[in-house]
């Protein structure tokens, strides 16, 4: 049985109450609400499919941000993030937002000059690739 229908709200009123909500807090109240009992990422590597919780996605976001921490990371600076739709790119964004960074993606298949061009433009502290 899921926590919702233990507080007795309806699909509308969870909804209205995360209008306000940014990504990582979103995140949280999932893990809150569903734990190891959902699976929130699930992605295939070599034929197999791997999952993930929403209680693992938050840890690993957790560890992401402070390991962003950990290297000197201060809030308002901005992250590259160069990497395929993997579970390990939502990590990254949504790590980084956690500590009040501000993330860019672009894209694996941008040419050396269109990277250089977009990280010298946002000042990239950090690039994720």
């Known amino acids: 049985?899921?926590?919702?229908?233990?507080?007795?709200?309806?699909?509308?009123e969870i909804?209205?109450?995360?209008?306000?909500?940014?990504?990582?807090?979103l995140?949280?109240?999932q893990a809150e609400r569903f734990g190891n009992e959902r699976v929130a990422i699930r992605e295939k590597a070599y034929g197999?499919?791997?999952?993930?919780?929403?209680?693992?996605y938050l840890r690993h976001v957790k560890h992401t941000?402070?390991?962003?921490?950990?290297?000197?990371?201060?809030?308002g600076e901005n992250i590259?993030?160069?990497?395929?739709?993997?579970?390990?790119?939502?990590f990254s964004e949504i790590g980084g937002q956690a500590v009040g960074?501000?993330?860019?993606?672009?894209f694996t298949s941008a040419v050396t000059n269109e990277?250089?061009?977009?990280?010298?433009?946002i000042e990239a502290v950090y690039v994720i690739a």
Request: one cysteine or more; glycine letters at 8%.
């Open 65 to 75: 941000g402070l390991g962003f921490i950990s290297l000197g990371f201060r809030r």
């Open 27 to 29: 995140l949280f109240r």
């Open 48 to 56: 197999i499919w791997e999952t993930h919780s929403w209680e693992e």
């Open 101 to 106: 960074g501000v993330t860019l993606n672009l």
């Open 80 to 90: 590259a993030i160069v990497m395929d739709n993997h579970s390990e790119w939502l």
């Open 115 to 121: 990277l250089s061009s977009a990280l010298n433009r």
């Open 1 to 12: 049985m899921e926590k919702k229908a233990k507080r007795g709200q309806s699909d509308q």
């Open 15 to 25: 909804l209205s109450s995360l209008i306000q909500c940014t990504l990582p807090q």
